[in-house]
């Protein structure tokens, strides 16, 4: 009896000599899997480096971004300390890629736009932050269309941010925010419907902005507007009707807006406005007749404007005004001889600016206006180019810039007199350091600079040698940077640097000792960049440029010497460029250019002389580029281009085996068809048509079989299909409908069956990604509601879809690399106080927990996908100050029946038996195969239950047992049935039902659950089970 009660299997079970109870399980859910660096491969120093870019002061701080092995690319900020130099947040967040855009300071909090790659779709999102991971929030999340379409222009305007965005209803508008989500809005269709006014160089004028747009009627011309749609208006039409009046360079210049225009009259001259149409007039007529003075480089200098024109003399000249016509005259016409002016800067009270010294060099100006004010500071003799002297920037009245000598590129400083224009620090002795991204922060100059041992690095100065020095070195430590882990054989391949011979094949049996560089391909420093490591039969297939042949297929069976060229597919130095790797049936297939027929579809044997072309499907020297190459039940399926257009391929392996299906259209995305994937047999893909955008297809692998199964967006619309993946003969995508944006889908191959599944962020679209089949159950990640991205689930019902775990509550943990391992979900994500670390979850809050936190802290620590050897865990992880390398973990149970490695065997690892049973082709031990058969059934059920409650339990009795018996009941209120807890794959089973039934089975008081009598159902199903 189990309780005193009810044995469940009566004739072939092994007796239990305890009891069922147990101690909260919550208690017992510890972190089990100890892992270890597998070898230290580049323990040299990284000379690599973060690039700090984009720096802006907000409250005497710098912000910046920048990129380092720890955390990739991200936001940093600095109080110029190296402990005060700390990135702010992640911004991957489950995103491709991502990088940080237009840095603004808007009255005190910084504001910034992170722009993603979504699986080849692109978006944007407007944030802000206040230099905490807390407080830096997204605001809005901008329609994913063209790459182009990213908000740009910021302007604080009395405080609040004015910026040009565009959304799927007006295109390129103005918009405003006051740093809510709901005060984040557009101002004003100006060019009513989808064709966007394009609003730019928003510019502060007394709290209104300035800015060029255009709408039906009018060109590019002056705008104004006090953040209201009816105070958003056209100034003036000063090129009248469509055409632009072309202005450039908006400037306050004490509450007038002065600008250049071309009227269509007088070409490019000097003009202001006070907001008003009848106040928006030319200034001055500077060089009379229809060729225009072009100004340029307006500055305001307390009151008075300065800028360039061609007046009289040649070249550009420096003029000023002060918004008269008598009183806009040329600066020191004898002094500067008409040499052209650039980069006019305000420092202090003075002017300083670039001039072209005519005799083919630039030196360096200062300017109070007058004749006898305006003088050449130093001579640059080594300053041949406009850009020898740049980034003139002001601190506290001193100016700093980088300039051109003897020592190189470096940092000098300037008093406004000719003896104190110094050099500040020869940082890098040579000519490649060249300072950039010069920023006044606080008083002190902030910038990026390469000393020569640690790369582009922030650095700060206060003016002195001594006090100008390296802030914090991002990018140190080192890294083997390994990557693509491909089990073959139960041996370890991958790719990695050990700072001697570049990049290179690695192998690894689990040991330090024995994870050893396979062969130095292209000997010395430099590296083969060998890339798409794959097993076909046993066998590791590659591509390697050994830096004589080229890009070519090589293979290797672990050994020096049997790591080999396959073929010189492409005699000489160029290489065939080997891509689209795909095996069939133990073949490989692959598209190469072997210099005679161009890009083309090629397999091989592993045999020079068994590497050949299929078929040259374009003929003669051009390519037919064969793409996205899928094995589906043994045949090969591809797109390619032929005279005649692209089209759905499939092939046998032979050239009169490899034919067309269907042909497709070319459309406004480049290739018209994409995404093929093997569901069940049976090709699905997305593809275009001029008719009716893209749409879901499928094939049978005949014409007459090759058919859209729904148009998902009618009309024109494109629904975006990705992410297609198989889960037990059900595809499961991401479109997006045009109304409720990229939401999860599912198809049964027929139109009725091609449905929304749940439209989990209702008026918002919540972007699922990387969907993954673990064990019948689809995972992905998605952001709901007030979270951003996090772990959800579905079982192909909208009440079965649902998050996971908030892991990250109200940020985003930015699941990602999820993976299946054994049955069990392994990703990595960020819960805001342990970093980006690796995860595993069996689909249930409580059993989603982390691994472990390799790079302690907030640090970044997952890197790339895991893969499991042998009953090894494999992951690449970045740590501080090892960098980027390979770590691993034994995850066979210690405990044997402990099928979820919390050291305890106990109703969880009931519930991952239940959830993985039919898995088959395991390595043996993985997950809930207690006998270690390779597949998850009965026996292992039974091996559970011979060693329930080891290594030892508590005595009493859980108070979860009558909790979970009474939730049970209020579940089957009403008469219904039960669905047994071992077919996860029931699609009427209810989550609630679900989770009374799951809460029983994880308090371990089986015998409270089979005295219900509506669980009959589940008693037999469990014994039939065990009689497997």
Not at 187 to 194: F, S, T
Not at 230 to 248: K, M, P, W
Not at 370 to 392: C, H, Q, V, Y
């Amino acid at each position: 009896m189990l309780n005193g009660r009810l044995r469940p299997l009566a004739s072939d079970s092994t007796p239990l000599a305890r009891k069922l109870t147990l101690e909260p399980l919550e208690s017992r859910r510890m972190l089990a899997i100890d892992f270890e660096l597998l070898k230290d491969i580049n323990p040299t120093l990284n000379p690599e480096s973060s690039h700090p870019a984009n720096i802006v002061e907000v409250g005497g701080v710098s912000y910046f971004t920048a990129s380092s092995p720890l955390y990739g690319f991200d936001l940093w900020r600095s109080d110029g300390t190296e402990v005060g130099t700390v990135r702010v947040t992640d911004f991957r967040y489950g995103f491709d890629t991502s990088s940080l855009r237009y840095l603004t300071n808007v009255g005190g909090t910084l504001y910034f736009i992170v722009a993603v790659s979504d699986n080849g779709v692109y978006g944007a999102e407007l944030w802000k932050s206040d230099g905490t991971g807390s407080g830096t929030q997204r605001l809005k999340f901008f329609d994913r269309g063209p790459y182009t379409a990213t908000p740009r222009h910021l302007a604080d305007v009395a405080g609040e941010l004015y910026f040009q965005a565009y959304d799927s209803e007006a295109g390129y508008e103005l918009w405003k925010s006051d740093g809510t989500e709901a005060g984040t809005v557009r101002v004003k269709d100006i060019w009513a419907g989808e064709n966007g006014s394009g609003p730019s160089a928003l510019t502060n004028v007394s709290g209104a902005v300035f800015f060029i747009a255009g709408d039906e009627t009018a060109g590019g011309e002056l705008w104004r507007s006090d953040g209201t749609e009816s105070g958003t208006y056209l100034v003036r039409d000063i090129t009248a009707g469509a055409e632009n009046s072309e202005l450039r360079y908006l400037t306050n210049v004490s509450g007038t807006l002065f600008f250049r225009a071309n009227d269509g009259e007088r070409d490019y001259e000097l003009w202001k406005s006070d907001g008003t149409e009848s106040g928006t007039v030319r200034v001055k007529d500077i060089k009379a007749g229809a060729n225009g003075s072009y100004p340029g480089h307006l500055t305001n200098v307390d009151g008075i404007l300065y800028f360039s024109a061609s007046g009289d003399q040649a070249g550009s000249e420096l003029w000023k005004s002060d918004g008269t016509e008598s009183g806009t005259v040329p600066v020191a016409e004898n002094r500067l001889n008409g040499f052209a002016v650039r980069q006019l800067t305000k420092v202090g009270q003075a002017l300083y600016f670039l001039a072209w010294n005519g005799e083919g060099g630039v030196d360096i100006w200062k300017s109070d206006g007058t004749e006898d004010g305006t003088m050449m500071l130093k001579d640059f003799p080594s300053a041949r180019e406009w850009n020898s002297i740049s980034e003139l920037t002001d601190v506290n009245g001193s100016l700093y810039f980088r300039a051109v000598d003897a020592a190189g590129y470096e940092l000098w400083k300037s008093d406004g007199t000719e003896a104190g224009t110094i050099r500040v620090k020869n940082i890098n002795p040579g000519p490649y350091n060249s300072p950039r991204f010069l920023t006044n922060v606080g008083g002190l100059l902030y910038f990026s600079a390469n000393d020569g041992a640690g790369g582009y690095e922030l650095w700060k100065s206060d003016g002195s040698e001594a006090g100008t020095v390296l802030v914090k070195d991002i990018f140190g430590g080192s890294s083997s940077e390994a990557r693509e882990l491909t089990n073959v054989n139960g041996i370890l391949f991958f790719r990695a640097i050990d700072g001697v011979s570049g990049d290179e094949l690695w192998k690894s049996d689990g040991t330090s000792a024995g994870t050893v560089r396979v062969r130095d391909i292209r000997a010395g420093a430099a590296s083969s960049t060998l890339s798409f490591l794959m097993n076909v039969g046993g066998t590791l297939y590659f591509r390697a440029n050994d830096g004589v042949s080229g890009v070519e297929l090589w293979k290797s069976d672990g050994t020096e010497a049997g790591t080999v060229r396959v073929k010189d597919i492409r005699a000489g130095a160029t290489g065939s460029d080997v891509r689209e790797m795909t095996e069939v049936g133990g073949t490989l297939f692959f598209r190469v250019n072997d210099g005679v027929s161009g890009f083309e579809l090629w397999r091989s044997d592993g045999t020079e002389a068994g590497t050949v072309i299929v078929k040259d499907i374009r003929g003669g020297s051009k390519s037919s580029y064969p793409t996205y190459l899928t094995n589906v039940g043994g045949t090969l399926y591809f797109l390619a281009g032929d005279a005649s257009g692209f089209r759905l391929w499939k092939s046998d392996g032979t050239e009169a085996g490899t034919i067309p299906l269907k042909q497709f259209a070319s459309g406004p995305t480049s290739p018209p068809i994409r995404e093929l994937t093997n569901i069940a047999g049976t090709l699905y893909f997305s593809a275009y048509e001029s008719e009716t955008g893209d749409g879901l297809w499928k094939s049978d692998g005949t014409v007459e079989g090759t058919v859209r199964v729904k148009d998902i967006r009618p009309g024109m619309g494109n629904s975006n299909i990705d992410y297609l993946v198989d889960v037990n003969g059900t595809a499961y995508f991401r479109a997006n409908d045009g109304v409720s944006g990229y939401e999860l889908w599912k198809s049964d191959g027929t139109e009725a069956g091609t449905i929304l599944v749940k439209e989990i962020d209702p008026g918002r679209y919540s972007g699922p990604r990387s969907l993954t089949n673990v064990g019948g159950l689809l995972y992905f990640s998605a952001s709901g509601g007030a979270n951003s991205s996090e772990l959800w689930k579905s079982d192909g019902t909208e009440a079965g879809t649902i998050r996971v775990k908030s892991i990250h509550p109200h940020i985003a943990s930015s699941p990602s690399f999820l993976t299946n391992i054994g049955g069990t979900l392994y990703f990595a994500a960020d819960d805001g106080v342990n970093g980006f670390e690796f995860w595993k979850s069996d689909g249930i809050e409580e059993g989603t927990r982390l691994v472990k936190d390799v790079a302690a802290g907030a640090a970044w620590g997952a890197v790339g996908p895991p893969a499991e050897v042998n009953g090894r865990l494999y992951f690449i992880a970045a740590t501080d100050p090892l960098g980027s390398e390979i770590w691993s973990a034994d995850i066979t149970p210690a405990v044997t029946g402990d099928y979820d490695l919390n050291d305890v065997v106990d109703g969880a690892d009931f519930l991952l038996w239940q959830r993985q049973v039919g898995l088959a082709g395991l390595s043996p031990g993985i997950g809930a195969d207690g006998d270690a058969s390779g597949e998850v059934g009965g026996g292992d059920l039974g091996v559970w239950m011979e060693h329930f409650g080891e290594p030892g339990m508590g005595a009493g009795e859980s108070a979860a047992v009558p909790a979970a018996v009474a939730a049970l009941g209020a579940a089957e209120e009403g008469g219904e049935e039960i669905i047994a807890a071992g077919d996860s794959r029931d699609a009427q089973r209810s989550e609630r039902r679900s989770a009374a039934v799951d809460a029983i089975y994880a308090a371990g008081d089986f015998a409270s659950l089979f005295a219900e009598a509506p669980t009959r159902g589940v008693r037999e199903r469990w014994a039939g089970w065990r009689r497997r």
